[in-house]
């Protein structure tokens, strides 16, 4: 079945130091998607990727979408303490009717 | 206000006595689905529902059963609880065709003792 890795797991990083997490697929995805969760919260939509090499700005986040369509990152341009959570990544493989999450890299940001 | 509610949102049972944690939708959203979350196994999907009367087992069914009778509710069913099925529930629904983002309940924290 799809296998969606993301990593790193954990990172814990200094206000206004950036940060980037990356997603991986076995298999070719129409779509990614990322969320964000924060601390005792639920998964929160941020965006959608569909065409390759998309890239895609949220004020100081950056979303890219791989060429081949299998691989996308996130990155925090500046880091804020309203930016800790868990960043999740989500594909959808053509033909199958689900999204496979990563298993999330967890933020830590210190003022 | 556009939401999807889970009830009850905590909840402490013990093995074998059956319960039920509804999910109720107001965006007249086609896909449904049930998660499950567990520390270090991030976001792992148990059913999911195209449509009315339609639904279909995800990456973890074991032990869980749905229904879909209506399009805006998606309850899940543990019909025998074990201790491995306490974890935080999260219900979600989305737009079907594409399948696009999706919005999630606040979660059910459930402890099975």
């Known amino acids: 079945g799809q296998q969606v890795m993301q990593i790193p797991q954990y990172q814990h990083v200094q206000e206004g130091e950036d940060f980037t997490t990356y997603c991986n697929s076995s298999?070719?995805?129409?779509?990614i998607q990322w969320y964000k969760q924060r601390p005792g919260g639920h998964p929160v939509f941020l965006i959608q990727?569909?065409?390759?090499?998309e890239v895609k700005k949220q004020k100081r986040l950056t979303f890219q979408f791989g060429e081949a369509k299998k691989n996308s990152s996130l990155h925090i341009t500046a880091t804020q303490t309203t930016d800790v959570g868990t960043y999740f990544c989500a594909g959808k493989q053509p033909g199958y009717s689900t999204l496979t999450f990563g298993k999330g890299t967890m933020l830590l940001v210190s003022p | 206000e556009a939401q999807v509610t889970q009830n009850p949102r905590y909840l402490i049972t013990v093995t074998g006595k059956k319960l039920t944690v509804t999910c109720s939708q107001n965006?007249?959203?086609?896909?449904m689905s049930w998660y499950r979350q567990d520390p270090g196994l991030g976001l792992r999907q148990i059913y999911y529902s195209m449509n009315v009367e339609v639904t279909d087992k995800g990456d973890v069914p074991e032990g869980y059963k749905v229904s879909r009778k209506e399009k805006r509710n998606f309850p899940l069913i543990l019909e025998s609880p074990s201790p491995n099925q306490t974890s935080l529930y999260f219900c979600?629904?989305?737009?079907?065709?594409?399948?696009?983002?999706?919005?999630f309940g606040p979660g059910t924290r459930l402890t099975v003792t």
């Open positions: 298999t070719t995805l129409s779509n």
């Open positions: 990727l569909v065409k390759s090499g």
């Open positions: 979600a629904s989305g737009a079907w065709d594409p399948l696009g983002q999706q919005y």
């Open positions: 965006m007249n959203h086609e896909y």
